[in-house]
């Protein structure tokens, strides 16, 4: 398989998933009883999750900053807060370019040397990788009788104990043939591999540690409080335990990856969840769209306004003979 169609099947596949699950999603409660849901709904509590994901966003621009600095350079905040949002706009689009395309921006609005911003970004994800692994752990530890009990009557316990020793002995049969082939692929995967661990040894080794991880830490905070407050603006969660909503997140914060930016997906991520909880089926698809609307809006909007006022901005910054940062 050539390079080219590698790129249009990297595409067209996210999208046409995406299309598949809207599909579905839509299949699975009726146009009216949905439209019903958005009419009912408390834009307030919805407007207040906004401002929460809002928040989050800007956080984010500023911790890269954080990242940016020990390389040199001084990373202007307009800048990077609009680098964000145009890289949330483009991940719309084509998955994962949206990286490219926020340390592109930098790289020509700030000169920082574009592999060194994007290494910035891996690193910036290792970071998130982390906080979504302590949201999973800590969300177990709060529902770990309910989650067992929810395992031994939809699996059985044995086969879970038989596959979990399986995939651990595979794990580390991978990790010594990892370690020890001298093949192409996996010299690019230790190099990849050593580049996420060096990734996250510069975030306790830069001046400014402390800062990057409270910033770490609020980002996430606020991804969760965006998605708790939203199930304000539903009457049948008024009630919902909190639990239902960590396993929730969680679910929907994967499904992100699964298509772009969740199209179709985030739906029925959320329901998958709240099913668990023997939350209804409409209400819960319901209130995946109105997350996935309102999160998608607002990132059209502010992503869209980046994309067109970042040149204008910069041309300005030159034109007064000043630094953009």
Not at 254 to 278: D, E, K, Q, R
Request: glycine share 6%; net charge positive; aromatic share 16%.
């Amino acid at each position: 398989m050539n390079k080219q169609v590698k790129s249009i099947l990297k595409i067209t596949l996210p999208l046409l998933l995406g299309v598949v699950l809207v599909w579905y999603s839509l299949s699975e409660i009726s146009i009216e009883v949905l439209v019903t849901h958005f009419k009912n709904a408390d834009y307030a509590w919805i407007s207040l999750g906004l401002f929460f994901g809002l928040l989050s966003h800007m956080s984010r621009a500023y911790r890269w900053r954080f990242m940016i600095k020990p390389l040199g350079y001084r990373l202007g905040f307009s800048n990077s807060l609009m680098a964000v949002f145009a890289a949330y706009l483009v991940n719309y689009t084509i998955p994962r370019a949206g990286e490219v395309t926020r340390a592109t921006i930098i790289t020509n609005y700030e000169g920082v040397p574009f592999e060194k911003c994007f290494g910035t970004i891996v690193a910036e994800r290792v970071a998130d990788l982390i906080m979504m692994f302590v949201i999973v752990v800590v969300t177990l530890f709060l529902e770990f009788d309910f989650i067992y009990q929810f395992l031994l009557e939809k699996f059985n316990l044995t086969k879970i104990i038989f596959g979990g020793a399986i995939l651990l002995v595979l794990v580390v049969v991978l990790f010594i043939y990892i370690k020890k082939s001298r093949s192409k692929f996996t010299i690019k995967l230790r190099s990849f591999l050593g580049g996420l661990l060096e990734g996250i040894l510069t975030i306790f080794k830069m001046k400014q540690k402390w800062a990057f991880i409270f910033h770490t830490v609020f980002i996430w905070v606020m991804y969760v409080l965006m998605f708790y407050v939203t199930s304000f603006a539903m009457s049948e969660f008024i009630d919902i335990p909190f639990s239902a909503i960590l396993v929730g997140f969680i679910s929907a914060s994967f499904s992100i990856a699964a298509t772009n930016g969740g199209v179709g997906s985030y739906p029925l991520a959320v329901y998958a969840a709240f099913s668990i909880f023997g939350i209804a089926k409409d209400p819960s698809i319901a209130f995946g769209w109105i997350m996935w609307s309102s999160q998608t809006l607002m990132i059209i909007i502010l992503g869209g306004i980046s994309l067109i006022y970042l040149p204008i901005y910069n041309r300005k910054a030159i034109d007064k003979g000043t630094n953009p940062s």
